[in-house]
């Protein structure tokens, strides 16, 4: 199983806290002749922002790499857990951007980054972002950065086939152009975001002036009166102040409210400094929620003055619903005067089970057949298939392809994973962890499962089982 990453080994361990190791380069042990010593003087002596703390310790001459993973979850798993919106996906992106490009204040190399979902690690939220950074001389890179940002991009859609629509058409449109790059993809998916949070404004304050009348009480009450007959003595009862927004009138105020929201976050786009994040985010939500109230209070505004139109059309409306009833049932038993209705009668269905009485003829060849798990459920054997090639386990019904909703198991769990004709199991990072044959799994590291292991998920013990064909 590769574990290997632009040449250099690495792995996980759980000693002294959790980290990711980086031992050997082409099976070669690392020495301090490997690293870049002005990178890893800046490493030593700054917090950069959004890298991976990285920790040197050098044994027999030996140099290895320790990335603190503490309070972090890999992407990866990240993705299968959470259902990410548009735009925390576009700003999840942003800040992998942002992170590259504030490394430069630092000396960091830009093409010494990994852009992979196993390397970019989540803190409390999509918006604390950590990257994996190899402090090298050199490093074995086949693929360039840019193309690293595509495949991310496609493999995230795929996995979430709701971020599809007309942004993420927007976005691969521009990733098929021959002058893609960073730059270009921060402006992008700035552009799109701003675009998705108003759109979503449009769409809820569309919905809340919507007029419902069905179940409504129209009936007009001595105070709506009052207002009414109010408003006309002060002249304030004109036909401006009673009707909701026109469909032009809310073409401006939204053509308004986009523009200054686009002049704001351009603020940011040229700033870069997370205070204009913060301020852009909050203006953007002050006008949406700004619309929302003004485009509620002009529709509050002719609610009352159209209850009573409201309440005589019902009137007209119940009374010629009553004589077209009586019409319809006149009609209705001249129809079915003079027929018998004794001779109408009910056919029972003949049913029977699906296949009964039918036999099939199997012929048996050799095949492969998929692995399994075997669970004691209260001493009945339960067989688990496994048919896909990462397999996951865990409490969430909507994420995983097997349940396991006891004490003790987290939302997505484990993962059983098939590389070539080998089986493996690994740890998602969950709370109280996976056991195979009585030894704990380190978080994320891959483990070769072999035929009869046990599996310890929770207060579970299941029993992996590999046979290979059957006759």
Same mark, same amino acid.
């Given at each position: 199983m590769d574990t290997t990453i632009f040449g250099y080994t690495y792995d996980f361990n759980d000693i002294n806290g959790f980290h990711m190791m980086v031992t050997n380069r082409e099976n070669t042990p690392l020495s301090t002749k490997d690293l870049n010593p002005l990178q890893m003087k *800046?490493?030593?002596?700054? =917090?950069?922002?959004?890298? /991976?703390?990285? *920790?040197?310790?050098?044994? =027999?001459?030996?140099?290895? /790499?320790?990335?603190?993973?503490?309070?972090?979850?890999?992407?990866?798993?990240?993705?299968k857990e959470k259902d990410l919106?548009?735009?925390?996906?576009?700003h999840l992106l942003i800040n992998v951007i942002e992170g590259i490009e504030s490394s430069s204040l630092y000396m960091m190399n830009r093409n010494h980054f990994v852009i992979d979902k196993r390397f970019i690690f989540i803190g409390k939220d999509s918006s604390d972002v950590f990257l994996t950074y190899l402090p090298f001389k050199e490093i074995d890179r086949n693929i360039s950065l840019e193309d690293e940002f595509k495949k991310l991009i496609t493999d995230v859609a795929e996995q979430h086939e709701h971020l599809h629509g007309s942004e993420y058409e927007e976005l691969k449109g521009y990733m098929d152009e021959p002058t893609f790059n960073l730059d270009g993809l921060k402006e992008v998916l700035l552009s799109l975001s701003s675009a998705y949070v108003h759109q979503r404004a449009y769409q809820e304050a569309a919905a809340s002036t919507a007029v419902t009348v069905e179940g409504e009480e129209d009936e007009l009450t001595p105070e709506d009166m009052n207002e009414i007959q109010n408003k006309k003595k002060n002249g304030k009862g004109d036909k401006a102040n009673h009707k909701p927004l026109t469909q032009r009138e809310l073409i401006y105020l939204f053509a308004g409210s986009a523009l200054a929201i686009a002049l704001m976050w351009k603020m940011y786009d040229m700033t870069t400094q997370d205070i204009w994040f913060e301020i852009s985010m909050s203006f953007t939500l002050i006008v949406v929620v700004f619309d929302i109230i003004y485009i509620n209070r002009r529709r509050g505004n002719g609610q009352t003055a159209s209850k009573a139109s409201r309440k005589n059309r019902k009137k007209k409306v119940k009374g010629k619903s009553q004589a077209e009833t009586e019409t319809i049932e006149s009609g209705a038993a001249q129809a079915t005067a003079g027929v018998d209705t004794s001779q109408v009668t009910q056919t029972p269905f003949d049913t029977q089970p699906l296949g009964e009485g039918i036999k099939f003829q199997h012929k048996q060849t050799n095949q492969k057949v998929h692995p399994y798990l075997t669970v004691n459920r209260n001493g009945e054997i339960e067989s688990i298939n496994i048919k896909e090639s990462n397999f996951l386990i865990g409490r969430n019904a909507e994420k995983v392809h097997y349940v396991e909703d006891i004490d003790g198991v987290s939302r997505i769990h484990a993962e059983l994973v098939t590389i070539n004709n080998s089986y493996g199991v690994k740890d998602l990072g969950s709370k109280n962890g996976t056991v195979i044959n009585g030894n704990a799994l380190v978080p994320y590291k891959v483990y070769e499962l072999k035929d009869n292991d046990q599996l310890e998920i929770g207060s579970s013990t299941f029993t992996f089982h590999h046979p290979e064909t059957y006759k």
């Open positions: *800046m490493i030593q002596s700054n =917090d950069i922002p959004r890298l /991976l703390p990285i *920790m040197f310790d050098q044994v =027999d001459l030996q140099l290895r /790499l320790h990335y603190d993973l503490r309070s972090k979850k890999m992407l990866d798993p990240y993705l919106t548009w735009n925390e996906f576009a």
